[in-house]
């Protein structure tokens, strides 16, 4: 369990970190918590010449409300997530889902920027972007752009970021107030992957769903948003039927394979038991 | 000097003998981070040693190209099976008498064996180098299933052995991948009696191949002196001396020649009993170089290669009357050995104690038969917390009679009751041949019935399928009562041995003049405490307080012979020798006591901590004052100095027992179980350290909480390993682990000099039983009679859908 | 590749050290810094064996490079008692209420308690086992190690109530 051997960079700066990544190609890779990338480098899953860590880029760090939004540095660890009172007011539901990786050691290192952007269906993160309607700020030798969270993913552990790109921050649109939330996670123990979680946020206005978002942890090569079994809560009381309703869309949308924590059978009938639970949790917390 | 003597109180709370929680010696150190253990060493000039795996479960080994790891700088040498066959190193023999592969000769046998060694400066080479040998395999047809391995069309696995009549001399084999066959019991009768039954049941019950995956994972250093031709080895073993004997008989050093030490062991559950190719690799290494070896497995490694335990696959049938009392047991076993048979059961024993199958009833008669099996899975087949097979043969008794129950409409706890052995028929022959020393079944398990309640508990669980029923709750509660009887302490060297060595363990005290001592034995603790509690028993015996007695094992240069620490074997064996010993140390104490105080031996009695003239207790030594005359003023005639040597052979095994029940409430929607409650009385006869053993039943619950619900070394068709990692293998967190209520009665061993039995492994052995009966009496009104361990959430949920729970 | 110059300060000694990039920070400490204290449990980072404190952090140091520990504040289970010589509160605890056995999880599970009692002073007993969950013990099933983190911080909070 020894990784290969790399070159070892610590930029200061944005553009140094990128000018390295630009310069290295394929051969380089970006280093945040680390929780994912080590323990593949120390399998020689992953195989990497120069290694640039993020640590001492103070930019990428902290969480800003800016108009209507919410900015969140790459770098703001799970534990910062957890602790800090701006999003425990506007978007809790990333404390929520923060308190569900891993443990807590991994959680002073991990990132949410590292969480998002590492491309594997068992991050808990990007389903919780895709839910908020996250953007994902990105920064390449050709300056800046956004990526959709909804349209970041490709496949195991690929996505629309470049090699030559790295995810400065995420920016989420400030959830209403009075929105309802959830994170449901089903995971064999502390520090697994979820057999399959679900995020669900929604508001309601008099009794009726004036709009929802579901998104899928770890059920498919990629988290999946649940475009149909949202809309299926819109305009409705949320009562039993539209629950049914858009359980059985979140689940259709599902494949995830078959692996130690069960067949695809049942993670899919897991998945869907977390949609049901994620919506009364978030109807239970709308005002 | 009775005058000045302290009260019996204040003398007898200074000893901390027999009975008080102790605090443990061993924690001073530990705390600091300053225990020993094997990685910590490090020796001049030493080198790494990693090894080249196979990828595959079985395939033929083409050819091995080392060119490019020799190659590479700081590289020192790779060791492949052909380096080894000149030195006949390349097999060694396992401790059940079959042969394993050093490395990989001509095939490898499962994925993860070893194939080549690469040895180098520090550990980040040799990683380097090991991924630079190229293996050329030509892979082979896999067996991994143990119920097809005897088919007529299975493919032969040991070509090594094809040959040879019989393995570890347990009779004909009658098939290439069949290693042995053990029948026990009275067939006949059982026939029987099975035809004779008012009813009878059958299930096929698998208790799944798991690891006992201590969290310290198993290595060596190995040092080699050429100058005086002496060979050090410590590493992580739970019997050093057999090790060092086996070391001696594979490597022709002569056997004083060798020294093992184990230091301190990070846990060891049984992994750390068996010898490893690692061990031998390491030995070898140093050997040709002349420098020190060390060699530490990755936790990969040690998942994927050493030491698996249990794979049993087990068909048990109960006959019974028609108001529930048990007449015959029949069982069949396919025992799944893996690639060799590496087994650490006792030489007559193949499939260990399986054979205390009845478990805690008077069952009049029984057979069993075990087929022992080569697949393409790893070696080992070792007691994870339990004795030889007891945890595999008490859960299937304990499966079987809750089957039983459902049958008859009993309760679980009234079958028990009315099967029970009971304290008059001890001892107590059983139909499978032991003779269990003692216990009191019937006051245990009524203590556990009061102290949960456990009426009420079944009125809640009526209410709550009742709560079910009507759409409610989607939650159904399961309680489960698991009786054990273990049997520990191998054992009589008339019935047990390994490699020929009686299972006898020792203990050599030496007491210095100012009334300190040093104690050395032949075992060796992992955690158990033994610097701790094998003082205390000294101290109750000779009379000088626990914390001026030195406890010292693991170094064979000094300690006398011993078998070493498993099976429970430290406090039934090495336990009654240090009594033993303390016993000696008293005898001649006495006779210099005696002398000082001018009187006959028999005049004198022991008290506490000093003999006293009987009659005049003014006049007295205390055992301080003796260890001082020891070294100057002894009876005329009388060697002087005060030491004693004890080999203790057991007349007997040891029979802990204990009364479970856990409560869990599942979550069907999810299969989630969740322990709510779980209630344990151990009886382990007479308890020397309560602390420690609330401490040891904690921690074997713990265990058998992860291998009922969640641990498995599964493997697919092609044999390879699924999820060897920890980030699959269920070791649960503090989060997973519920809160442990601990009970006890306790019924002395009478063979044992102090009437103690062992304790350790009691909680798996009884706790997976008691956890997996919860789950299927949860589900047990839907029609569940049995379903496969592990209980984990999918195979919960499958549960759940077959009986229609789902909606 | 090229070796690193490394500095950082460990227990409170300040350390100047090479080394490879790819070096884990815990053979670092082990190896290099003779700080065996910590160990090495599973690779994977899961088991916890290896935790050190980080810069006022609990990480496990088999899955962090050593540049990446380049001018941190680390302290080890080697690091914890007192100034005076004398044992942490949590080393007590830990004999005292039996927290320990082969001793191998001990060295990162009171290094992990002693942050977790930086953070929250008074917790609960499930606070304690949340807070603890990345740690694995294989011998004493937790209960005494809640048992002996829980009187820790009774004993801290008294001293402080007592020192107010």
């Known amino acids: ?287 | 000097m009775s005058d000045t003597a302290p009260s019996v109180e204040e003398r007898t709370a200074k000893l901390e003998g027999l009975g008080t929680s102790r605090k443990r010696v061993e924690d001073v150190r530990f705390t600091q981070g300053r225990g020993n253990y094997v990685d910590d060493i490090k020796l001049p000039g030493m080198l790494f040693g990693e090894f080249v795996r196979s990828p595959y479960a079985h395939a033929r080994v083409k050819s091995i190209d080392t060119a490019a790891a020799l190659a590479l700088p700081g590289v020192k040498a790779v060791l492949t099976a052909a380096d080894l066959k000149p030195l006949n190193l390349h097999w060694m023999p396992t401790l059940a008498g079959d042969v394993q592969a050093v490395l990989a000769d001509e095939k490898v046998l499962f994925q993860g064996q070893e194939v080549a060694y690469v040895i180098a400066e520090d550990r980040y080479i040799a990683s380097d180098a090991a991924q630079l040998v190229e293996v050329d395999y030509e892979e082979l047809t896999v067996l991994v299933d143990p119920l097809k391995a005897m088919d007529e069309d299975a493919v032969v696995l040991r070509e090594d052995i094809v040959d040879q009549e019989e393995v570890g001399g347990h009779g004909p084999r009658r098939h290439p991948n069949h290693v042995f066959t053990w029948e026990v019991g009275e067939k006949d009768d059982t026939a029987a009696a099975f035809n004779s039954a008012d009813v009878s049941v059958k299930e096929f019950i698998t208790y799944q191949r798991v690891h006992p995956c201590p969290l310290e994972t198993c290595g060596c250093v190995a040092s080699m002196d050429p100058i005086e031709g002496k060979l050090t080895v410590w590493g992580t073993f739970q019997a050093p001396h057999a090790v060092r004997t086996v070391a001696s008989l594979i490597s022709t050093i002569p056997e004083h020649k060798i020294r093992i030490i184990s230091p301190d062991i990070g846990g060891g559950f049984g992994n750390k009993v068996g010898v490893y190719p690692g061990y031998i690799c390491s030995i070898v290494g140093s050997i040709v170089l002349g420098v020190p070896v060390k060699w530490i497995e990755s936790r990969m490694e040690n998942l994927s290669a050493t030491a698996f335990a249990r794979d049993y696959h087990m068909t048990g049938e109960l006959a019974a009357t028609a108001d529930g009392r048990i007449t015959g047991l029949r069982c069949h076993v396919v025992a799944n050995q893996g690639a060799f048979d590496a087994c650490a059961d006792p030489t007559q024993y193949p499939a260990g104690f399986f054979n205390i199958v009845t478990g805690s009833y008077d069952i009049p008669v029984a057979h069993l038969s075990v087929d022992g099996v080569y697949t393409n899975k790893a070696p080992g087949g070792v007691a994870y917390r339990c004795s030889f097979r007891v945890t595999e043969a008490s859960y299937l008794i304990e499966r079987m009679i809750d089957i039983l129950a459902r049958k008859l409409d009993m309760d679980p706890a009234e079958i028990r009751l009315k099967n029970f052995i009971k304290k008059e028929q001890f001892p107590y022959q059983s139909a499978l041949g032991w003779e269990y020393d003692s216990g009191d079944y019937d006051t245990a398990m009524n203590k556990a019935l009061t102290a949960v309640d456990y009426t009420a508990l079944r009125a809640e669980q009526t209410a709550n399928r009742e709560a079910f029923a009507k759409g409610e709750t989607r939650s159904l509660m399961g309680i489960g009562v698991a009786f054990f009887t273990e049997i520990v302490g191998a054992g009589p060297i008339k019935n047990c041995d390994i490699l020929g060595l009686g299972m006898f363990d020792s203990c050599e005290i030496r007491i210095h003049p100012t009334g300190s001592a040093i104690a050395r034995l032949g075992t060796i603790s992992q955690g158990q405490g033994h610097a701790t509690t094998f003082a205390q028993i000294l101290a109750t015996e000779i009379g000088l307080p626990a914390s001026s007695i030195t406890i010292e094992e693991g170094d064979t240069d000094t300690a006398p012979y011993g078998l070493g620490t498993y099976g429970s074997r430290s406090t039934p064996v090495a336990g009654a020798a240090t009594a033993m010993a303390g016993r000696k140390i008293r005898a001649k104490a006495q006779m210099i006591a005696a002398y000082l105080l001018e009187v006959h031996d028999d005049d004198l009695e022991w008290d506490i901590d000093r003999f006293v003239v009987k009659g005049a207790p003014e006049r007295s030594k205390t055992m301080a004052e003796i260890a001082f005359a020891a070294y100057n003023s002894v009876p005329p005639g009388m060697e002087p100095g005060l030491e004693a040597v004890s080999y203790y052979d057991p007349p007997n095994m040891t029979y802990p027992y204990g009364a479970y029940i856990c409560i869990v409430d599942i979550d069907v929607d999810t299969g989630v179980t969740e322990v709510r409650r779980f209630y344990a009385l151990d009886d382990c006869g007479t308890r020397i350290n309560p602390m420690i053993i609330e401490g040891q039943v904690h921690g074997g619950l713990t265990e058998a909480l992860g291998i009922a619900l969640g641990q498995e070394i599964d493997y697919d068709e092609m044999g390879n390993i699924k999820g060897g990692s920890l980030l699959d293998y269920f070791l649960p967190t503090a989060v997973e682990t519920p809160v442990w209520e601990t009970d006890a009665t306790e019924v002395p061993s009478p063979h044992h000099p102090i009437g103690a039995k062992g304790v350790g492994e009691s909680p798996n052995v009884g706790g997976v039983s008691a956890i997996s009966n919860a789950v299927h009496d949860a589900f047990a009104h839907a029609g569940l009679t049995h379903t496969q361990m592990p209980h984990d959430h999918w195979r919960v949920w499958k549960t759940a859908e077959r009986l229609g729970l789902l909606s | 590749m090229s070796k690193l110059a490394i500095k950082m300060t460990v227990n409170g000694t300040e350390i100047e050290a090479e080394a490879e990039p790819r070096m884990l920070l815990i053979h670092f400490l082990r190896e290099d810094l003779n700080l065996t204290g910590p160990h090495i449990g599973c690779d994977t980072s899961h088991c916890g064996a290896c935790t050190v404190d980080l810069n006022g952090k609990s990480v496990k140091s088999c899955t962090i490079f050593v540049g990446q520990a380049d001018g941190a504040d680390i302290t080890t289970i080697e690091g914890m008692a007192n100034a005076d010589g004398s044992l942490h509160v949590l080393q007590d605890m830990f004999r005292e209420h039996h927290g320990l056995q082969c001793g191998f999880c001990t060295p990162g599970m009171i290094t992990r308690a002693h942050r977790l009692l930086q953070e929250n002073p008074d917790p609960s007993d499930d606070e304690i086992r949340h807070g603890i969950s990345g740690n694995l013990c294989r011998c004493t099933g937790y209960q005494n190690i809640v048992k002996a983190i829980r009187a820790a911080a009774d004993q801290i909070n008294a001293a402080k109530e007592a020192a107010e």
């Open chain 1, 1 to 287: 369990m020894i990784s290969g051997s790399f070159e070892y960079h610590r930029p200061s700066t944005l553009d140094e970190a990128v000018g390295l990544l630009n310069q290295h190609g394929d051969d380089a890779r970006v280093v945040a918590g680390g929780h994912s990338l080590i323990p593949m480098m120390k399998l020689r899953l992953a195989n990497l010449d120069h290694l640039v860590d993020l640590q001492s880029i103070d930019s990428l760090r902290g969480v800003t409300e800016d108009g209507g939004n919410l900015v969140i540095g790459a770098m703001t660890t799970q534990n910062e997530l957890i602790g800090n009172a701006v999003l425990a007011a506007k978007c809790p539901i990333l404390a929520e889902t923060s308190l569900q990786i891993a443990d807590p050691q991994v959680r002073y290192c991990g990132t949410i920027g590292g969480n998002v952007a590492n491309g594997d269906p068992g991050n808990d993160m990007p389903a919780v972007m895709q839910a908020l309607d996250a953007v994902y700020l990105a920064q390449g030798p050709n300056g800046a752009r956004e990526i959709a969270a909804r349209d970041f993913y490709e496949g195991i552990f690929f996505t629309a970021l470049e090699d030559n790109e790295i995810i400065t921050a995420v920016r989420i649109p400030t959830p209403q107030g009075g929105h309802g939330h959830a994170y449901e996670k089903q995971k064999r123990k502390t520090g697994d992957y979820a057999t399959a979680a679900a995020a669900v946020v929604l508001s309601l206005s008099g009794g009726n769903c004036t709009a929802a978002s579901i998104a899928l942890t770890n059920v498919g090569d990629t988290p999946l948003y649940a475009t149909d079994a949202s809309a299926a809560l819109i305009g409705t009381a949320v009562d039993q039927g539209a629950v049914d309703n858009a359980v059985a869309l979140a689940e259709g949308i599902t494949n995830p394979a078959a692996d130690t924590r069960g067949p695809v059978e049942f993670r899919t009938k897991i998945a869907g038991v977390m949609v049901r639970r994620a919506i009364a949790r978030a109807l239970s917390r709308a005002r």
